[in-house]
């Protein structure tokens, strides 16, 4: 009988305490914290990078570290730096298609567009490279819009290259926290000094 008694109240103990979902408790001091069960949404957090993670080569930290840590990009960057666009590559949810040097180093047409009289032309030429639209690095193949409300489309040809525009892309697509990257070869659209 002692027996019974004592497993009688710590059966009763126990269904008393729960906090499963199928408790019902009157405690009105409870609170959401208490009651891990409840599902929340929980705030997006930043992450904090390292200084490695930030500054290595070809950081995926985001479009504008990868650029900026590229060994291949260094005229690009500095366009992007100067142009009006220089915070959408910081945003979340652009691709950048990022010419390499060798784009800059065989043609010469843009040799003056850093002047301060020539903004409106830079502009036009970085936005044409930052596009938006695309979720994730497969399945490129498509239509899109470049950040100067022009239609842009990324196609493969006959030979299985893939274009967009002007430039040829090398095959890489990197994926990054904040948007993607896809070195080309080759300017998306020409500089347009009109």
């Known amino acids: 009988m002692r027996l019974s008694i004592f497993t009688s109240l710590l059966l009763l103990l126990l269904t ?3 906090t ?11 609170t959401e914290a208490d009651n891990p ?4 949404k929980a705030a997006p957090s930043k992450r904090a990078y390292t200084q490695e993670e930030l500054n290595q080569p070809y950081s995926t930290v985001s479009p ?19 142009s009006s666009y220089a915070r959408a590559i910081h ?31 830079l502009d036009r030429f ?4 930052i596009i938006k639209g695309i979720q994730s690095p497969k ?5 899109y819009e470049d950040l100067n409300g022009n239609a842009v489309a990324i ?22 926290d904040n948007g993607i990257v896809i070195p080309v070869m080759g300017m998306v659209e020409d500089i347009r000094w009109d």
């Open 126 to 129: 970085v936005g044409a490279h």
């Open 37 to 40: 069960s409840k599902e929340t």
């Open 91 to 121: 945003s979340a949810g652009y691709t950048l298609l990022l010419p390499r040097d060798q784009t800059f180093l065989e043609d010469k047409t843009w040799k003056g567009i850093m002047k301060e009289e020539n903004r409106e032309v």
């Open 139 to 143: 399945g490129l193949i498509g239509v």
């Open 155 to 176: 196609e493969t040809r006959a030979d299985g290259e893939q274009i967009c525009g002007g430039a040829r892309l090398l095959g890489q697509v990197v994926e990054t």
């Open 16 to 18: 008393s305490c729960s």
């Open 64 to 82: 504008w570290r990868y650029m900026i840590t590229s060994p291949d990009a260094m005229y690009f960057e500095k366009m992007a730096t100067a």
């Open 20 to 30: 499963g979902p199928d408790s019902t408790s009157s405690n009105p001091a409870k």
